[in-house]
């Protein structure tokens, strides 16, 4: 799965995959780099001062490897697209982000530069993959680990008439679904791709919580994803639990019960951020996450090779996932 996110980044971002799918693993060594820095960033995230002695020592730098392969990717990319070099893979009919990007500098030569441009490519990879992975994997996991959760998903989309002729299932066809965006929604809750705090500072005049305490203006709040999607207030008594229904209306709700209670699970749900600092890649993570699922579901019979081990989550910036060990075999 980190293989095929990396890969989708760059198909997206200048219409070529990096190779990591073709190749069968990280063979530049920045899939292992980018988890090292994740790892930093865990630290030096909540000990800013860290930083100074570490990364941005003047003397000696002690800190994580460098995006060193992003970096020369990103401008042999842009080059080939100035020299038209990149013709046997980029359609001009069918833009890229690094289309839209060039775009941005003819318009605006003032603002958007060449070093702009790489480092928005930049940005792109770096940020576009990982969070989506690890979604991707927990859908798959936690459908397979909780009993009937796969059996239904599949039972969906054979209802839906999807067949594996149709495959690579589209995303106009597969975001409607509602159990699978069920089990997307729950698998971000279950385990948001970003894990640690999300820091704001509380505006002018302080801000004023349920209990009645006034938060200072300018003091940092950290909010975690994590532990906000596991509270029972919002999501049930059984919010330690992986539980797609939760997103779809009851038997015994009415219409307008359920919306109340989407409504509040809404206003929890801290698994892509919030307010005007919400993700900007969350639309093409959900994309990748309802296609691969699916796909994967129609085209194979999947089940974990150790149904009685439970995997290994390794908490950073963003958490990963080891372990997720199945059996596979093509639907006939």
């Not at 697209?81 to 775009?103: C, T």
Request: aromatic fraction near 10%.
């Amino acid at each position: 799965m980190h293989l095929v996110t990396w890969d989708v980044v760059g198909s997206v971002t200048f219409s070529q995959p990096i190779g990591y799918l073709a190749n069968g693993r990280d063979f530049d060594g920045t899939l292992g780099n980018a988890e090292k820095a994740m790892d930093y960033f865990s630290w030096v995230g909540c000990i800013p001062s860290l930083d100074h002695w570490f990364d941005k020592n003047p003397i000696y730098r002690i800190g994580p490897p460098g995006f060193g392969n992003i970096t020369g990717i990103s401008i042999k990319h842009l080059i080939d697209r100035y020299q038209g070099s990149d013709s046997d893979y980029h359609d001009p009919a069918v833009p890229d982000f690094l289309d839209k990007f060039i775009e941005a500098k003819n318009a605006s030569p003032d603002t958007v530069n060449d070093n702009q441009i790489v480092s928005w490519l930049m940005i792109n990879m770096i940020a576009g993959a990982d969070t989506t992975a690890v979604t991707i994997r927990s859908a798959i996991y936690y459908s397979l680990k909780t009993p009937g959760v796969w059996a239904r998903l599949r039972s969906e989309l054979a209802a839906a008439g999807l067949t594996k002729e149709q495959c690579p299932l589209s995303h106009k066809v597969t975001r409607n679904l509602p159990y699978l965006g069920a089990v997307v929604r729950e698998a971000l809750r279950y385990l948001p791709g970003v894990s640690l705090g999300l820091e704001r500072y509380v505006p002018s005049g302080g801000q004023s919580l349920p209990d009645g305490s006034v938060v200072p203006e300018n003091t940092i709040l950290a909010f975690n994803p994590w532990i906000i999607c596991r509270d029972k207030n919002a999501f049930g008594a059984d919010a330690h639990l992986f539980n797609p229904e939760r997103w779809l209306q009851t038997e015994d709700e009415t219409k307008e019960q359920f919306e109340e209670r989407l409504q509040v699970m809404n206003n929890a749900d801290l698994s892509f951020g919030g307010g005007s600092r919400i993700c900007i890649g969350k639309h093409l993570g959900l994309m990748e996450t309802f296609k691969v699922v699916s796909t994967l579901a129609v085209l194979y019979d999947v089940e974990l090779a150790h149904p009685d081990k439970d995997w290994k989550i390794i908490n950073s910036w963003f958490p990963r996932q080891e372990g997720l060990e199945v059996k596979m075999s093509k639907r006939t």
